[in-house]
């Protein structure tokens, strides 16, 4: 038990899998964040939804977009490593069924696509936190500009953490991601009905 | 039967165990007291190893598996010093 500990501790130190799963949980954390932006939009400017449906359409959207990024990733990551294991062996001429790198490969595989799947559960659940406040502090109208900034500040330390990560400036990059939240929020303004 | 106190083993091992892993893990067998790894070759995906393993009673069979567990190959055995004392490689006319 303590030398699997050991293991996961070795593989979270690992660049590769760091890389590969800092992209899955970014992408996807993107991907949430933005899909609940129009969501919250969308809904208040239908006019029709309490806060508590628009919480469960969140929340359901949560389910499905966090079991996809778990599932593709799943898949994707077995045929990469499995890819990867094959052209070892070639070299090796021999199997590695049942090593330290195959039992690796399947701890790398299941941090991927663990990351994968937290990035849009943080992305849509964080922003639908003020709706739990309507009625008690917070309008329809001020709880959907509470999301909103939320998602717009998620989508900024995304921006910003990967601009620190590649020696950008990290205010301009964390800028550049956060504004796709205000546009994805204008764009449902404007959009007919 | 006399207890082997030096092994040295080339192997083939993939890139992405390190040669740190497989020098700490053969370290810690029982009977070996101290490992040496050195880089023989390198391409994209594997690495050649020659490994020298000291100790009082190695247990030749305990390090192939720990190898093979780690994903490496034996491809051969280039030295056994066996018995009480370590006796070096006498040179010949032929070297």
Redo the contacts between chains.
Sequence with gaps: MSSRLADLRELLKDEDVRSISRRYFISNGFDGTLTTIGIIVGSFLGGSQTSMEIVRVVAGGTVGLAASGVWSVWEIERAEKLAELK??EE????G?E?????D?KGDARKINAAMSGLGPTIGMLLPIIPYFFVGVALSMFWATVAGVLIGVGLLFVFGAYMGNLSDQNWLVAGLRTGVVGLVVGGINIILPG | MSSIRRLVIDL???N??ENV?FARTIADLDGVEGANVSLLES?K??QNLKITIEGENIDSGVVTTAI????G?VHSVDEVVCGDRMVEESSTHQD
């Design positions: 052209a070892v070299k090796m001429l021999t590695l049942g090593t330290r790198l195959h690796r | 083939l091992k993939p992405e165990i892993t391409d995906d594997v093979e567990d780690l994903g190959t």
